[in-house]
């Protein structure tokens, strides 16, 4: 009776220990996984010669960003900008070479004259370049500091070190490019016209959105083995998951990398994204950035470039998926996956034989797996969306987030909960194990063939469950638990511990991107809770969500470290006399700005070629300032129609130009720089029915365009001058928009608008 009662005793306790364990484990491992993957501590400028530190690359920024004012393409700081890096240049003993010249983007008609430079360290042999890649313009509202500041005194660090250890068996290339952010135009320009594009072996491109963060392998060409292969093993610190090139192809960013990995030229896309909300604003700044990831893309550029510089480059290898592990670099040949799958249905398919799982629970339990997902996420989206109707707004990163960090915590625990309660009341813990991990498995399958990057994401986790569930048969049923208990492990860096950097990079706006991952854990850890009272859990979680969504409320929604982002915007209508002032914000604007002027919240079309209508706008005097001024040099009837030969010149020097042409005027391509480019038509937004050519960067000086047409009629065209330099009426606004309000990306733009003929 003592041996039963004791056996009675530990079977109770077993109950409730494994599943403290399971939250306990779980916890410790989140915990532990974030800290060991933080960027590594900043090199004093003591550090040797030979070796990256970031406060050196610190002072070269300060030196570049010295006035702490944007520099886009074309302006006068872009020049100044421009000139101290190639003063570095100089004083590392590094020959460069400049490229000027006009040029298009591939993809949207942008254009602009950029101003590129080439930093030169020979090798023994000539071709097969390694070229370090980075920016050095930035948007018209932002200091630059991450983007792409960063990866300039990154690269000109580096290439201090680099070229006292010089010559290497390849040439090294300080690819310093110019006006990325109006279209990769510095990109394109270079590969595509300049000689030296054509002797590159290996890209690694230097990226920043934001002011913080790891730097991470954003994505990499398709033959990617050789590459990855070196990091792993000349870098300290490399991480990084290849699913992330899968999100950035979904995204409405791009970076220089896309010119040359276009072209098929193997390479690296190196990036960070934290603080993004200081992302092409005034935050982008010296004061924010931090040396941490500074030293991390450091890190990653200076030992890499080593030895891909002494390297046989003849063949790239295949492809990889890539991922960490607790700063372990764990990576295999994507062809491999698919027989990953099978290892993993094979383990499990060995285990059921061991452990005997009842089909009918395991269906059921496969059910209730779906239904955690489903009601964990909806109580998540629920939630949130209650916190925008209460708000009025939605935005992407509050002031204070640990408030909405709590609310994505509880709300998918309480969604989750209540399903897993219900699933440990009707299925035992051994069906709803296998259930977890075979839908699991099923999604790895789907991964693999739909989202080959992604699928290690699930099927690195699974395949070693499968492994522990399989050696849980060959065991006794006391030690069974542990085995399960150790299907977490490997689970949680590629759940729990992506939350926080999708949160970073993505935001609230974007917060559904969390759940898939949070939803996943819960389902795995679902059967290692039964003993637990959940329903109670459940109930404080939903309960705690719905005081926190309250408190919220009562938070201010932005800080002068996350302000409101609100640009605004000048048209006038030369021809018709008429202009507004708009305030363009994603969110209510309100305060001294708001209240400054009588905006109209009415829907109305500000612009007579469109019929597209906004809201807060307000009718102004016109500004008196000219607009854009076209001369035709030359015009000739040609065998396809006509080509019309003419110069466009702002009078006030601004920034930007953009001339439209109707569809059926017939424009089939325009000539700039002596290279021609396929005209754009839109069918939609603000230029549907017209082409358009759009030109960055030009100030004082006079565009030359060569129009050619299918048809030889004359037409109508629209000349549009752009400033980002507002008229007097605009100027009482601009001192109101202070503190908690910013302008971001290409902020404050004057439209000045006038119908002319071709």
């Given amino acids: ?113 950029v101003e590129n430079i080439i930093g030169i360290i020979p090798g023994h042999s000539e071709g097969n370049a390694i070229a370090l890649m980075a920016h050095y313009d930035s948007v018209p509202m932002a200091p630059g500091a991450g983007d792409d500041g960063a990866g300039v005194a990154a690269i000109l660090e580096s ?99 896309s010119v040359p990995l276009s072209l098929g030229i193997p390479g690296i896309d190196f990036a960070f994204a934290g603080e993004r909300n200081h992302y092409h604003t005034p935050n982008d700044n010296l004061e924010n950035i931090d040396l941490r990831t500074i030293q991390h893309h450091g890190e990653n550029m200076l030992p890499l470039v080593r030895a891909l510089a002494d390297a046989d480059l003849s063949d790239m290898g295949g492809r990889l998926v890539y991922g960490t592990l607790y700063h372990i670099w764990l990576q295999w040949l994507s062809d491999y996956s698919i027989y990953l799958v099978l290892l993993s249905a094979a383990l499990l398919i060995f285990a059921s034989t061991r452990l005997k799982p009842s089909i009918k629970g395991v269906s059921l339990g496969f059910v209730f797996s779906i239904g955690i997902i489903g009601s964990s996420s909806g109580l998540a989206f629920g939630a949130f969306q209650l916190i925008q109707t209460t708000l009025g707004t939605s935005f992407a990163w509050p002031a204070y987030d640990l408030p909405y960090r709590l609310v994505l915590l509880f709300s998918t625990l309480g969604g989750g909960l209540l399903l897993i309660a219900a699933a440990n009341r009707r299925v035992s813990q051994l069906d709803q194990l296998f259930a977890a991990w075979l839908l699991w498995l099923l999604l790895s399958l789907l991964l693999v063939v739909y989202l080959p990057d992604a699928a290690n994401v699930l099927l690195l986790p699974t395949l070693a469950a499968a492994f522990f569930i399989a050696a849980a048969g060959l065991v006794d049923e006391r030690t069974r638990p542990w085995l399960f208990l150790l299907t977490l492990p490997v689970a949680i860096p590629s759940t729990l511990s992506l939350v926080y950097p999708l949160e970073q990079s993505q935001g609230y706006q974007l917060i559904m991107a969390t759940y898939p991952f949070i939803t996943l854990f819960l389902v795995i850890v679902a059967p290692l809770l039964k003993g637990l009272r959940l329903f109670r859990a459940a109930g404080v979680s939903i309960a705690v969500t719905g005081v926190l969504i309250v408190s919220i409320n009562f938070i201010p929604l932005y800080s002068e470290h996350r302000p409101q982002i609100v640009n605004l915007g000048y048209f006038e209508n030369l021809d018709s006399q008429t202009s507004y002032l708009q305030l363009q914000a994603g969110n209510p604007v309100e305060g001294e700005l708001r209240e400054a002027m009588n905006f109209s919240f009415e829907p109305k079309a500000l612009v007579e070629f469109s019929q597209l209508a906004v809201r807060n706008w307000i009718e102004v005097g016109p500004s008196g300032l000219p607009g854009l001024e076209m001369n035709i040099l030359d015009q000739q009837l040609v065998d396809t129609g006509r080509r019309v030969e003419l110069e466009l010149r702002s009078p006030r020097q601004a920034d930007s130009l953009r001339l439209l042409v109707p569809i059926e005027a017939g424009l089939t391509d325009f000539e700039l720089g002596g290279n021609r480019y396929q005209a754009v038509t839109y069918s939609g937004g603000l230029f549907a029915g017209y082409s358009v050519i759009t030109v960055f960067g030009v100030y004082a000086r006079s565009v030359p365009l060569v129009l050619n047409f299918a048809s030889a009629a004359e037409t109508d065209a629209i000349l549009i001058d752009i400033s980002t330099e507002l008229p007097a009426s605009g100027a009482r606004l601009v001192q109101l928009r202070s503190g908690l309000l910013s302008p971001a990306h290409r902020g404050d733009q004057a439209f000045l608008i006038k119908r002319t003929s071709l």
């Fill in 159 to 257: 290439a201090r070190a680099l070229v006292n250890e010089a010559p290497f068996e390849h040439p090294i290339f300080l690819v310093i490019t110019d006006s990325e952010e109006m279209g990769l135009l510095g990109a394109a320009a270079f590969y595509h016209h300049h000689p030296r594009g054509q002797e590159i072996g290996v890209v690694l491109d230097f990226e920043g959105s934001g002011t913080t963060g790891t730097s991470l392998v954003l994505r990499t060409s398709e033959a990617n083995e050789l590459l990855i292969n070196t990091l792993v093993e000349q870098t300290s610190s490399p991480y990084g998951f290849s699913f992330a090139a899968e999100i950035f192809k979904r995204m409405p960013n791009d970076t220089d990398f």
């Fill in 1 to 113: 009776m003592a041996d039963i009662e004791f056996t009675v005793e530990r079977v109770v306790s077993d109950q409730k220990k494994f599943p403290l364990l399971a939250i306990g484990l779980s916890i410790i491992l989140f915990i532990f996984h974030h800290l060991v993957l933080l960027p590594p501590t900043a090199k004093p400028a003591t550090a040797p010669d030979d070796e990256f530190s970031a406060e050196r690359a610190y002072a070269v920024l300060s030196t570049l960003l010295a006035e702490g004012v944007p520099h886009p393409v074309g302006s006068s700081q872009n020049k100044i900008v421009r000139q101290r890096i190639i003063d570095e240049l100089n004083r590392l003993g590094i020959a460069y070479e400049e490229q000027n010249t006009w040029t298009c983007g591939l993809i949207f008609t942008a254009c602009a004259y």
